[in-house]
Each structure stands twice: as structure tokens, then as C-alpha cells.
Antibody
Framework: QVQLVQSGAEVKKPGASVKVSCKAS????????MHWVRQAPGQGLEWLGW????????NYAQKFQGRVTLTRDTSIGTAYMELSRLRSDDTAVYYC????????????WGQGTLVTVSS | QSVLTQPPSASGTPGQRVTISCSGS????????VNWYQQFPGTAPRLLIH???QRPSGVPDRFSGSKSGTSASLAISGLQSEDEADYYC???????????FGTGTKVTVL
């Protein structure tokens, strides 16, 4: 069965960077786009970008251009999201999600990783 | 702030039909398909409807989606207590070149 398992919670100071991993299993990792979405406490969903694991091509949300970097390691079926120059309003749960249909239909999601930014 | 607008809340009694609207523009809903997600507190979202009106396997047929022009709707017929959750619409936006989510609607079963 398809599973996306993310790394554990992180606490970071303002100005630092965080890197979250998302290990995929149960399907061909290189065959599907992987997206990243975040949700601040009590807020809605916000898209960060996608990576196509087969080629490594990426596309980032305008808001996060220059601060977010998506990478992947196809040898271990894992995608990564790195966010730099963290601010307190980056405190959120970060999700990876597989695009199963193309067109933004995220059919499988990771369990989420809480990133807390606090001095 | 999101470019897709939803009502903050909707409610109904068990068995009723509830409809959630999602208003966008020509650059998003008007030119791309709409997806809907259901989210329970403390859990990851779940894909409920894709490609405007397609239900993934396992989604009950009381959930249905539609799109007209620059707006979309999610209908829940035969509302059940387990449908109490947050619902989000989403679509690509060609002007922003971003994937955008709606503001979210909390459905309460009275």
C-alpha cells in the first residue's frame, strides 16, 4: 500500500533552516509528482511547491521563491523540503502529498511534520 | 490570503443536503479543474473529489462536485455525523503559476 512517512517534529530558531523528509513506499517513486503543503495552527492549507522525482524538476510557490528548496533521493525513494530564513510565522505542520492524477489531486499524504520556530 | 473564497461555515441536520461554494476567477477555476479535500482535526487532508466531479475509490457517493464558470460546489447529501470536518477546494492558478486552496469551510452536523 502507498505510504508517505515524514520525519519528526522540529524546533528551530528564527533565521535558521529546516529540512523535512518524506519517505515513499508502495509505488514507483519516480512516476508521480510530489507536492508540499503547510498548515499554520488554526489556519488553512498553503501550497509550497512540487518536485518531479524522475527528473528533479521543481516549481515553487511565488511566496516561497528563494526560501524553499525541494530535492529528492531516488535511491531511497525520499523527497525533502528545506525552508530557510525561518520566521515565527513559518510555524506550521508541513505535509508531503503525492499527485496521483496530475492537476493537483493529492491522493496520498504524509502524516505531517510540525515545525516550530521560536526564539 | 487565498484567491478561492469559501463560506467559513455550513451546517445541517443528519440526512439533510449541505452545499459548499468555492468562488474563484478565470485564471484558476475558470481554466482548470477543481479538487476538494476533507480534513479532520489533527489529521492530514483527504482527497474527496478530483477533476471537478470525480470521486476516488472509497469516497461515499453522497459526496458530489460540480463546476460552472469560475465557481465550484461540493454537495453532501444525506449528511452524517462523521461528515463533520473542514472542507477545502483547490485549483491551479495560471496567473500566479501556483496551486491555490480555498479559505476552507467548517461543516457542523447539528
Amino acid at each position: 500500500q502507498v505510504q508517505l512517512v515524514q520525519s519528526g517534529a522540529e524546533v528551530k530558531k528564527p533565521g535558521a533552516s529546516v529540512k523535512v523528509s518524506c519517505k515513499a513506499s508502495g509505488y514507483t517513486f519516480t512516476g508521480y509528482y510530489m507536492h508540499w503543503v503547510r498548515q499554520a495552527p488554526g489556519q488553512g492549507l498553503e501550497w509550497l511547491g512540487w518536485i518531479y522525482p524522475n527528473s528533479g524538476d521543481t516549481n515553487y510557490a511565488q511566496k516561497f521563491q528563494g526560501r524553499v528548496t525541494l530535492t529528492r533521493d531516488t535511491s531511497i525513494g525520499t523527497a525533502y523540503m528545506e525552508l530557510s530564513r525561518l520566521r515565527s510565522d513559518d510555524t506550521a505542520v508541513y505535509y508531503c502529498a503525492r499527485d496521483g492524477v496530475t492537476g493537483g489531486a493529492f491522493d496520498y499524504w504524509g502524516q505531517g511534520t510540525l515545525v516550530t520556530v521560536s526564539s | 490570503q487565498s484567491v478561492l473564497t469559501q463560506p467559513p461555515s455550513a451546517s445541517g441536520t443528519p440526512g439533510q443536503r449541505v452545499t459548499i461554494s468555492c468562488s474563484g476567477s478565470s485564471s484558476n477555476i475558470g481554466s482548470n479543474t477543481v479538487n476538494w479535500y476533507q480534513q479532520f482535526p489533527g489529521t492530514a487532508p483527504r482527497l474527496l473529489i478530483h477533476s471537478n466531479n470525480q470521486r476516488p475509490s472509497g469516497v461515499p457517493d453522497r459526496f458530489s462536485g460540480s463546476k460552472s464558470g469560475t465557481s465550484a460546489s461540493l454537495a453532501i447529501s444525506g449528511l452524517q455525523s462523521e461528515d463533520e470536518a473542514d472542507y477545502y477546494c483547490a485549483s491551479w492558478d495560471d496567473s500566479l503559476n501556483d496551486y491555490v486552496f480555498g479559505t476552507g469551510t467548517k461543516v457542523t452536523v447539528l
